[in-house]
T-cell receptor, first 113, second 115 residues
Framework: GENVEQHPSTLSVQEGDSAVIKCTYS??????FPWYKQELGKGPQLIID?????GEKKDQRIAVTLNKTAKHFSLHITETQPEDSAVYFC????????????FGKGTSLLVTP | ETGVTQSPTHLIKTRGQQVTLRCSSQ?????VSWYQQALGQGPQFIFQYYREEENGRGNFPPRFSGLQFPNYSSELNVNALELDDSALYLC??????????????FGSGTQLSVL
């Protein structure tokens, strides 16, 4: 089955700096890669996603890049703000299976003022 | 907010008991997935329901079972509770189109504690 590795497990940045979280996946057939943000006491919130036919996608301060050959994808947050502090999860899915999102173990991001 | 609602928010049970968790999916969605999230871990897939049938299952024993109703809401049932079942249980709804099922939206979860 799919195995998703996520690094780092914790990340501390100063407000205004950029944050980068990286993930690798094992199943080359995976074709959908979402990122979720989870705040304390809440469920994961979808913040951005990318399909395997696209190399990069951007939404305001958030961007995701995908390297299919190397089987890795990354989340980039620019101009970080304290409210970006949360746990971020990457995931991979073989979408035509209609089944499971396989999640990484999460990155706890702390943005200090 | 996603529009996915789960109840109850918290639950305490003792080992050996049975529990039922409930989920109302987001309007327009036809698929419900359940995930288990242990403390400090990513969510783990339990199973998915589409057209009121189980449509895929993760590595969970048969004592984990579910239902999906005609209005697309869903239940997760766990029998013979074990201490290791203590976790946050997340429901996610999505709109399956053909064989593609992406953009899962999660509820806030039910925190289950087994004593």
């Amino acid at each position: 089955g799919e195995n998703v590795e996520q690094h780092p497990s914790t990340l501390s940045v100063q407000e205004g700096d950029s944050a980068v979280i990286k993930c690798t996946y094992s199943d080359s057939a995976s074709n959908y890669f979402p990122w979720y943000k989870q705040e304390l006491g809440k469920g994961p919130q979808l913040i951005i996603d990318i399909r395997s036919n696209v190399g990069e996608k951007k939404d305001q301060r958030i961007a995701v890049t995908l390297n299919k050959t190397a089987k890795h994808f990354s989340l980039h947050i620019t101009e970080t703000q304290p409210e970006d502090s949360a746990v971020y999860f990457c995931a991979a899915l073989l979408s035509n299976s209609g089944y499971a999102l396989n999640f990484g173990k999460g990155t706890s991001l702390l943005v200090t003022p | 907010e996603t529009g996915v609602t789960q109840s109850p928010t918290h639950l305490i049970k003792t080992r050996g008991q049975q529990v039922t968790l409930r989920c109302s999916s987001q309007s327009g969605h036809n698929t419900v997935s359940w995930y288990q999230q242990a403390l400090g871990q990513g969510p783990q897939f339990i199973f998915q329901y589409y057209r009121e049938e189980e449509n895929g299952r993760g590595n969970f024993p048969p004592r984990f079972s579910g239902l999906q109703f005609p209005n697309y809401s869903s239940e997760l049932n766990v029998n013979a509770l074990e201490l290791d079942d203590s976790a946050l249980y997340l429901c996610a709804s999505s709109k399956r189109q053909g064989t593609t099922n992406e953009k899962l939206f999660f509820g806030s979860g039910t925190q289950l504690s087994v004593l």
